[in-house]
């Protein structure tokens, strides 16, 4: 969630049947007292005892709301970074812990929060095309992650309620490299406050997200030339990634083959709609019989079509083909053969006149009136934006009982558009974040990968994802990969529990 191209061109039911937190009796905060490092003071955490049922297990947790002071190498306050925390009472200091965070850059990580990681989670009126007017729902969570391992949600510096502090500047965070540092800053303090060093460790990102997962391996295990300059000696047993953007700055494919791995994308939208003949196929069949076309027979067409070697004939047969993948109609195709996703969005309900989502293209809006403003015209984020940020609010309130002076920042896109740093230090320049994942993988050599995507997401495509792995070299025996019937947030859409017993297979495999 939170993933936005800039100008240009770069990614950046029911009640549970388990105890509802918010009719419970909240623990007053636990004393302790805040910290104050140079006149500036971290906030007192905010402490409250919970209960609820996650796959049979009965789980009292502790929740913590709170901000940790980051320092530079003068020891100098820079930021307070806010996280929440669930930890299980009672728990070994070996038991598996996931970091999880948003993407952006500029996002919060109330997402995966409330959507599918946390013991709360935001109950709407349907999964896929709900009402964007409230009232909306706050439920406990039967696919949370808390029956396997505690969980850190990290709201980046300039998201949620963190924010800089003290001698701290915006350059100093919002750049490629200063977030990765940041938030190994915050990890490596978190382990240290809680005596959880020898627990294994899990790192979970969307969108962005999974670029910052797939670089914190080389800011967590330091040198002399990673960011500042440290060794913390930290490792990674497991990263999950979602609707992932593992290319970045001029590390991408060139525009043919762009084209052709955005393909299958399109191809599964219109298959979402009735839009193409299925003819028996699973989703997963056709997605790969398109996928099979789309970088054989189309990406070959694409490249003559720009040097002007294709034959009408060739044309033909390739433009036959896209239509019966896509439902687009011949004369939407231009000589190129390439076909957007944003015009493709607009084509192909257009005689419905409807337009479909770009972070998911099973959500749709009337094409009329469009304002053109990318997430809020987004017929996917226009729709499930407001139901996400108003169950986090009322959990906030509620169940953690935290009290703020200032506004949470969902998504804060002004530290992506104005001054995010995409430069690099110590890797080759135009390294795709796919090749950082190999090399913590070369390093580690029992870290393991779940990649997740949505066949309906058209903005980090599930063949782009697994394109950039490729071309980096990411060990294939250790990375497993799923594809869900869903969008960009790839548990909406009766796929939550699906996601969630992934992601404990892989815990699972490691405590064997």
Same mark, same amino acid.
């Given at each position: ?20 937190? +918010? ?45 940790? $002071? ?39 990580? $109330? ?106 391996? *080389? +800011? ?16 990674? @047993? ?8 593992? @290319? ?51 990406? @070959? ?22 239509? *019966? ?13 390439? $076909? ?103 390093? @580690? ?68």
């Amino acid at each position: 969630m939170g993933l936005y191209r800039n100008a240009a061109g770069a990614v950046i039911g029911g009640l549970a049947a388990s105890l509802c937190l +918010a009719a419970m009796p909240a623990a007053t905060a636990i004393p302790q007292a805040p910290a104050a490092h140079d006149g500036v003071t971290a906030l007192a955490p905010f402490v409250t005892r919970h209960q609820t049922q996650i796959r049979g297990q009965h789980i009292a947790y502790t929740a913590t709301a709170g901000e940790t $002071l980051l320092r530079n190498g003068r020891d100098q306050p820079t930021a307070a970074l806010f996280s929440f925390a669930y930890v299980k009472d009672d728990a070994p200091a070996d038991r598996p812990v996931i970091f999880v965070f948003n993407g952006g850059p500029g996002s919060s990580s $109330l997402w995966l929060h409330m959507g599918v990681v946390g013991p709360r989670r935001v109950q709407l009126d349907r999964e896929v095309n709900p009402s964007n007017v409230p009232p909306f729902g706050v439920v406990d969570n039967p696919d949370s992650l808390l029956d396997v391992a505690d969980l850190v949600f990290i709201d980046p510096i300039g998201t949620g309620f963190s924010r800089i502090v003290g001698v701290g500047e915006p350059e100093d965070f919002y750049g490629v490299d200063q977030d990765a540092e940041s938030i190994a800053q915050f990890i490596e303090l978190w382990l240290s406050a809680n005596g959880r060093w020898n627990a294994p460790k899990y790192l979970m990102g969307e969108s962005y997200g999974s670029a910052r997962a797939a670089l914190l391996p *080389r +800011a967590l295990m330091g040198g002399p030339t990673t960011y500042s300059g440290v060794m913390r000696g930290i490792t990674i @047993n497991g990263i999950i990634l979602l609707g992932s953007s593992l @290319n970045g700055q001029g590390a991408g494919p060139g525009p043919a083959r762009a084209a052709a791995l955005n393909l299958p994308a399109m191809a599964a939208t219109a298959w979402s709609h009735g839009r193409i003949e299925r003819g028996g196929r699973s989703l997963a069949d056709f997605d790969a019989e398109v996928s099979a076309f789309a970088t054989g027979d189309y990406l @070959n067409a694409v490249e003559k079509a720009a040097t002007g070697a294709l034959s009408q004939a060739e044309r033909a047969a390739v433009v036959a083909r896209l239509i *019966r993948y896509t439902g687009v109609p011949a004369e939407a195709w231009p000589e190129t053969l390439v $076909l957007s996703t944003r015009a493709f969005s607009q084509l192909l309900l257009a005689d419905q006149g409807l337009a479909v989502g770009l972070y998911d293209g099973r959500y749709t809006l009337p094409l009329a009136g469009d304002g053109g403003e990318p997430v809020a015209d987004d017929p996917a984020m226009g729709r499930y934006v407001p139901g996400f940020v108003s169950a986090f609010h009322q959990m906030l309130a509620k169940d953690l009982k935290v009290r703020m002076d200032r506004p949470y920042g969902a998504i804060v896109w002004r530290n992506l558009l104005f001054g995010w740093n995409w430069k690099r230090t110590g890797v080759p320049e135009g390294q795709s974040f796919a090749a950082d994942l190999a090399t913590a993988m070369r390093r @580690n050599g029992d870290l393991r990968v779940l990649v997740a995507s949505g066949y309906f997401d058209l903005v980090t495509t599930p063949a782009a994802a697994k394109d950039a792995l490729r071309q980096a070299g990411v060990p294939a025996d250790r990375t497993t990969i799923r594809d869900y019937e869903s969008g960009h947030m790839l548990y909406l859409g009766d796929t939550a529990a699906a996601f969630s017993d992934d992601v404990r297979a892989l815990i699972a495999a490691d405590a064997r």
